[in-house]
């Protein structure tokens, strides 16, 4: 979260996860409940071998698919490449039809497209993962893709999809447990902790908060954590705690590749060392 409005740019949440993969054995096949969870039916004595080859040579193939779909995302989370990722994603056909690994792929284009000012194709991509949003039906699915539409929305400055995806995390809640909607609420719930303690102007509990969505970014999504920690150098800055200020700009400067907000750090650490200089020469 670059910034901790509600409807703001950037968000440190939105870690994707991929799909479950479903591989087919001979006595049993995987099937997927409401939730995404896996349960196990015996199959053996009603599928016919081909049936179960065909399962298997289908899992296998979303195997790959995820494997492709892991090492495309870490281009940008990991290696915080935007135009990188623009380039390796460029011929692929996003468009989603309910949550798949094309969802997730949609929301890391847009993130990146926003990033070097390509807002246009950001929205177009955005509407397309609002009909996919809107047509999925499972509760854990539904709020994890509310949470990814809902952190492109926010990049974007659209209030009013923000909101109905926010209703959406509400509606399918966090009680049953399920990892997904657990996840969801988390983020809704830092996103509208952070907006209060801005508006508070609390800049200390602030950065608190940006320093603990960095702390659960790693390691896996390096980009949340700089984002976070870009924040947080901020807030630290408002608070008047120039150190902490400049520790977290340089996490950021130093681990953001080309995104945005480490660009922006890099600028704050300058400009706060030739302050330093001035100062010191006075």
């Known amino acids: 979260m670059a910034s901790s409005r509600m409807f703001g740019a950037v968000s440190a949440g939105g870690r994707a996860l991929v799909a479950a993969i479903c591989v087919a054995a001979v006595a049993c096949l995987p099937l997927a409940t409401e939730d995404g969870n896996l349960v ?46 623009l380039d390796a994603t460029e011929g692929l056909k996003l468009y989603p039809k309910g949550y798949d690994l094309s969802f997730v792929l949609a929301h890391r284009r ?63 809640g966090a009680e049953s447990g399920m990892p997904w909607r657990v996840a969801a609420s988390s983020y809704l719930r830092d996103v509208e902790e952070g907006a209060a303690l801005e508006a508070e102007g609390d800049w200390g509990a602030l950065a608190a908060l940006y320093g603990r969505v960095a702390e659960a970014a790693l390691p896996n999504d390096v980009r949340a954590a700089v984002e976070a920690r870009s924040a947080q150098g901020s807030a630290f800055e408002r608070a008047g705690e120039v150190a902490s200020a400049e520790a977290s700009y340089r996490f950021a400067a130093e681990r953001g590749g080309s995104l945005p907000c480490a660009l922006e750090a890099r600028a704050r650490l300058e400009g706060m060392a030739a302050q330093t200089a001035r100062g010191g020469a006075s």
């Open 110 to 172: 847009a993130c990146a497209l926003v990033y070097v000012g390509r807002d246009g194709e950001a929205e177009a991509l955005a509407s397309s993962m609002e009909l996919a949003f809107l047509r999925e039906s499972r509760k854990s699915p539904k709020a994890y893709m509310a949470m990814l539409l809902l952190d492109v929305s926010r990049r974007l400055g659209d209030g009013a999809l923000a909101e109905k995806c926010a209703q959406a995390i509400r509606l399918c």
């Open 40 to 85: 196990v039916g015996k199959a053996a004595a009603v599928l016919s071998p081909w049936i179960v080859a065909a399962v298997a040579c289908s899992a296998f193939a979303e195997v790959a698919k995820g494997g492709i779909a892991r090492r495309l995302t870490a281009v940008l989370d990991q290696g915080c490449d935007p135009r990188s990722y």
